[in-house]
């Protein structure tokens, strides 16, 4: 052990560096599918479906893009309270919207929609209101949705480059027990004559259905649904080999982890990726203190080892997902988990996830209501979004092992992946590490010897402007990031660093680390 800790080099003011000891021989630890991170659309944004036709503001689909290729996720506790109705006239704003894109190429832009955009846009924060209020006083009624309303949740995912997955209604039921297919057998009729290409779901956290409706569904019955709707897709050419999601539980508590067992026992066979859902916290009780506590980080860990044991005793092999996820439940916690505190949470699960082997991250949400969006609803991107699109651009599939000498691992908390060779600065053999600095001091990492004569590149992400970690406004390497204009993204511009360089983490602060020319043998 001896050798390892001499290079603990003296830093200015007697701190020593961090060592860092990476894992570049041998095979990878693990890996993660192309769609790792993937993003959510609520359900709620239908709850009144003019509001839908949001989703065809130029801004927002370069945006969403530059994300891309993942999934999109429309799903959420409004599933279960959407019924399509492929004879009713749609709402007028996703009439015109419609009608304009009959006369345009299918993805282009429309600027004849602005003017109605603009109305829409005016109304919407007491619409927003509306959703977060039904949200916590868990009445919930039925929504219509219409043929325009999919044309246009499938055409913003299909031009922005995601895969769409729709969750249908669960709580449509027979004599109060079986599934009722009728209603999603219209919707299938529908997306088939459209040659729409979706993925599905089947209801949402069924651990609360009895808070939210009454009608109480055990894990033995909502297997036998999947089984049922799995069979009904094979009745249509085009969805005979549609991808099938579920259960989409909630937090592994006990009675959800019966739920889930009973569940995948009966009908785990029918899908294709274990789907639940993670918050650290209430957004309404939430604190700054939650949002950095290495405590509150590692509560994730339990919950995921709790799902895998399950999965692992019932469906072996079965990939599992994060199918909806995000800081804080309730729409998010207000000025926090729309700044740069929130950060930590969402740069650390994506860290842990593909650590411990979570096959996709979906992000609630992209955009829509409460705080916890990665744009607002100015289409401004926030943090998560800045810091989403560095993990895209950076971050490669396979993950490796890494750890630390000389500093608490649980509050400077370090992640080691090959780069993504898709990068044209990159290629293969390099490494990206992130780090989180939990410290309300700045923290120093070292490189080990044998790759001290390697150049780095930092993409140190900071806030920006006076209420710091608050902050709705991030600086990457010292520049804030900020569209250029509605149609373009900023250069995400590295700060190259000299060989032998040590890396400087200051106190509450993330960002990432591209070791160039690494030459790793897990990464070729």
Request: with cysteine; net charge positive.
């Amino acid at each position: 052990l001896l050798p390892l800790l001499l290079p603990l080099l003296p830093l200015a003011a007697g701190r020593r560096a961090a060592v860092l000891r990476l894992g570049l021989r041998g095979s990878p630890r693990g890996g993660v599918g192309p769609a790792y991170l993937s993003l959510t659309l609520d359900a709620s944004l239908a709850r009144d479906p003019r509001y839908v036709a949001l989703l065809s503001n130029p801004k927002l689909r370069v945006l969403a893009t530059a994300l891309s290729p993942g999934f999109l996720r429309f799903g959420g506790t409004k599933t279960d309270f959407l019924i399509f109705d492929p004879n009713k006239d749609s709402t007028l704003e996703e009439k015109i919207l419609w009608e304009l894109q009959a006369q345009q190429e299918a993805c282009g832009s429309r600027p004849a929609f602005a003017a109605v955009e603009k109305l829409l846009l005016a109304q919407w924060p007491s619409q927003e209101k509306l959703i977060l209020a039904e949200h916590n006083w868990k009445k919930h009624k039925n929504t219509t949705i219409t043929r325009n309303t999919l044309d246009i949740l499938y055409s913003f995912a299909n031009c922005s480059g995601f895969h769409l997955i729709f969750g249908l209604n669960a709580l449509l039921r027979k004599d109060g027990l079986q599934w009722d297919s009728s209603n999603a057998r219209a919707l299938l009729d529908y997306c088939t004559s459209q040659r729409y290409n979706i993925s599905w779901e089947l209801g949402n956290e069924p651990n609360s259905f009895r808070k939210k409706s009454g009608i109480y569904i055990d894990g033995f019955q909502l297997g036998q649904d999947f089984i049922h709707l799995r069979q009904l897709l094979s009745n249509y050419t085009l969805y005979r080999h549609a991808k099938l999601y579920g259960p989409d539980v909630g937090q592994p508590r006990k009675h959800t982890q019966k739920l889930l067992r009973s569940f995948l026992k009966s009908g785990g066979k029918v899908i294709d990726s274990v789907t639940w859902h993670h918050y650290y916290v209430n957004g309404r009780s939430a604190t700054r203190e939650d949002f950095l506590s290495p405590e509150v980080l590692d509560t994730f860990v339990t919950a995921v080892h709790e799902v895998l044991e399950i999965v692992g005793g019932t469906v072996p092999n079965k990939k599992v997902w994060l199918g909806e996820t995000s800081s804080a439940y309730g729409g998010g916690a207000p000025r926090l988990s729309n700044t740069y505190v929130a950060g930590f949470m969402w740069l650390d699960k994506l860290g842990l996830s593909a650590r411990q082997g979570i096959d996709v991250v979906m992000r609630q949400v992209f955009f829509g209501a409460g705080t916890y969006h990665l744009v607002d609803a100015n289409f401004e991107p926030l943090p998560d979004y800045w810091l989403s699109l560095l993990y895209k651009k950076l971050v490669g599939t396979k993950v490796l092992q890494v750890s630390l000498v000389g500093a608490d691992e649980r509050k400077l908390r370090v992640y080691l992946h090959c780069t993504n060779t898709l990068h044209p600065k990159y290629r293969e053999g390099d490494v990206t590490l992130f780090a989180l600095n939990l410290y309300n001091v700045t923290q120093h990492l070292q490189l080990p010897n044998y790759l001290s004569s390697k150049h780095v590149d930092q993409y140190l992400l900071l806030p920006h402007g006076k209420e710091n970690i608050l902050s709705r406004s991030i600086e990457l390497n010292g520049r804030v990031l900020r569209m250029v204009d509605d149609k373009m993204l900023p250069e995400l511009i590295e700060k190259p660093l000299g060989p032998g360089s040590v890396l400087g983490l200051p106190a509450f602060s993330y960002g990432f680390y591209v070791i160039k020319n690494a030459k790793a043998i897990a990464c070729i």
